[in-house]
């Protein structure tokens, strides 16, 4: 076998993880598979590569992540979702793979539906820019910004603003995050806030299609887990919990392309601060 120090230019550990369905038999999810290939061609990028599907959270015991719904209901911009749990997932599987790393080793979560996405089978330079990130940010954790305009309450359940984010003007005008990628260095911070994510995840009225009240005027669509995480970061941001930026996450990347990545103007791009108590 080749050795680490020979195969990367750099000594870091970064590991790979993601997840597609597989269509009926074994799920009711889209069928994804053709993915898969193009995943594992990637492999000399990385120290590891893991892929989980529905399937295999279940031989796991772990059917509770996957669980299937009736209807997508608000959740209506994402076909086939409600058939994998709305992605409760998610932070799951990042967890599970970092519990086999060591303290301060780096795993990436990235989407694999690359026929909608064709950006994201881009891997270039995907080592240096993970790494790159995670010193922008001075952070164990990364999701990236969407863009300047929208808004947390727009694609956010407003149940979940309301119980889970206090109700706070800052959340429902916090940005919307984008969790197709997360990177995520192993310690406490990021296993915490992973913890906290995956149990919100679990919180049926938050992550279901189903309205629980009154919506917000401007409410669009539900991003079930997504939303779900971004009123978290707030949380964290408006309570100053390990020290994240107020200005988190300061970048982001210009139609989900890896390589145009964007820096946001604290002049300019971060009204939503003066909502800080």
Not at 47 to 58: A, G, R, S
Not at 143 to 162: D, E, G, M
Not at 171 to 190: D, E, G, Q, W
Not at 262 to 274: G, L, N, P, R
């Amino acid at each position: 076998m080749q050795d680490e120090k020979d195969q990367f230019q750099d000594n870091h550990i970064i590991n790979l993880v993601t997840f597609y369905s597989e269509g009926p038999p074994n799920d009711n999810g889209l069928d994804l598979s053709i993915n898969k290939n193009k995943i594992l061609q990637q492999k000399k990028l990385f120290n590891n590569i893991t892929i989980y599907t529905p399937q295999i959270l279940k031989n796991l015991g772990m059917e509770k992540y996957v669980k299937e719904y009736e209807h997508s209901g608000l959740v209506k911009a994402n076909r086939g979702m409600s058939k994998i749990g709305f992605c409760a997932w998610r932070p799951k599987i990042l967890l599970l793979e970092l519990e086999k790393m060591k303290e301060g080793e780096i795993i990436i979560y990235r989407d694999m539906n690359i026929k909608k996405y064709p950006s994201l089978g881009n891997y270039n330079n995907i080592r240096n820019l993970v790494l790159k990130v995670l010193d922008i940010v001075k952070f164990d954790f990364f999701v990236s910004r969407q863009n300047k305009k929208l808004k947390l309450r727009q694609h956010a359940k407003t149940n979940i603003i309301r119980e889970l984010g206090d109700n706070h003007p800052f959340t429902y005008n916090f940005p919307i995050l984008i969790s197709n990628l997360l990177i995520v260095r192993k310690s406490k911070v990021s296993i915490q806030l992973l913890k906290e994510w995956e149990n919100a995840c679990l919180n049926d009225e938050w992550i279901n299609g189903e309205k629980y009240g009154t919506l917000d005027p401007i409410f669009k669509w539900s991003s079930p887990e997504q939303s779900i995480l971004c009123v978290i970061i707030a949380n964290w941001i408006r309570k100053r919990i390990h020290n994240i930026s107020e200005y988190y996450p300061l970048i982001g990347f210009y139609k989900r392309n890896i390589d145009r990545l964007v820096f946001y103007d604290i002049e300019k791009d971060y009204d939503y601060i003066k909502l800080l108590d």
